[in-house]
């Protein structure tokens, strides 16, 4: 047998000679079948937006939701196989419940996040289950105000390993993203699915490390990257879907809501107007090479 797959792929809990589980590998292919999913921390909340694909037009407009909220400031964005989907996003839900249920507070974006990653790991020992075939984005806003107080059941050590730091930040948008294996990453910004590449070049783009993204620019730019990323299977129609999570302060009030419907479609008529630029641009841009050559 060799490390090319034949023999190794029939189980996800050996290894090829070379280290690679094909199981995990095969995982991945699916979820770059699935459609764009991206997600964008902003300096006051956290935008997702989701590319899904009209696969029947029997099917009712708005149903089927691909975006989940998990706790009332933590949302879900998956992209790969949805009846998958749908058990990761049951499981979050148990261990944020689980979380509160014990420590009398919201669970943070970062612990729930290690949870998933620790589950869908899990997945990827034992020859009697299969991995994950879904990546998923997982954000919120972890709001100082609703942290336990001192005092209180799960309010941590005043000192000593675990204690609270002078000037220690709490609280904020975080983001990550949860791969097959198991692997989870804090991001600024994170696409994926089938359109990822061209979504992560828009996404470098935007320059989300420096902070100066708002909430509703954050929408605006989703919108126009999902659209940017249909461009490959733009012979298929597809919904746009988007949610948000803002600070206390903000419109969702620390709370993972739709995005409204009005701001939607405005983001959209937006998107729209920069494709149709790019598209009249690269026209001009063939016609006047033709012409050249015509010359010539």
């Known amino acids: 047998m060799t490390s090319i797959g034949t023999g190794y792929d029939l189980s ?13 590998e095969y995982a991945m292919k699916a979820v770059e079948n699935g459609g764009t999913a991206i997600g964008i921390r902003c300096k006051d909340g956290v935008v997702f937006a989701m590319e899904k694909l009209v696969v029947s037009k ?11 909220t998990v706790d009332k400031n933590i949302g879900i ?6 009846p998958d989907g749908r058990h990761f996003v049951s499981r979050a839900r148990d261990e944020a419940a689980s979380w509160r249920g014990l420590y009398k507070a919201p669970i943070p974006t970062s612990a729930l996040a290690n ?61 990550y993203m949860i ?28 320059n989300l490390s420096e902070g100066d993204i708002t909430l509703e620019q954050g929408v605006k730019e989703a919108a126009r990257i999902i659209y940017v990323a249909h461009e490959d299977s733009k012979d298929k129609d597809f919904e746009l879907e988007m949610s948000w999570v803002s600070s206390l302060d903000g419109p969702t009030k620390g709370r993972h809501e739709e ?10 008529a937006l998107a729209k107007k920069v494709i149709e630029g790019e598209d009249d641009d690269d026209e001009e841009a063939e016609g006047g090479a033709t012409g050249d050559q015509m010359e010539e």
């Open 115 to 175: 949870r998933m990653g620790s589950y869908v790991q899990a997945y990827t020992l034992y020859s009697s289950v299969r991995p994950f075939g879904l990546t998923s984005i997982l954000g919120g806003w972890d709001s100082e105000a609703e942290l336990p107080v001192d005092g209180q059941v799960g309010s941590g050590p005043k000192v000593g390993a675990g204690g609270k730091k002078e000037g220690q930040k709490r609280g904020g948008p975080f983001l």
């Open 12 to 24: 996800n809990s050996v290894f090829s000679p070379d280290g690679r589980n094909f199981q995990v």
């Open 259 to 268: 995005v409204p419907k009005a701001l939607r479609e405005e983001a959209e």
């Open 58 to 68: 029997l099917v009712k407009p708005g149903a089927n939701k691909k975006i989940s």
């Open 77 to 82: 964005v998956c992209s790969g196989l949805m």
């Open 179 to 206: 791969e097959p294996s198991g692997l989870y990453w804090g991001y600024y910004g994170a696409a994926t699915g089938k359109g990822r590449q061209s979504a992560k070049s828009e996404l470098e783009k935007l």
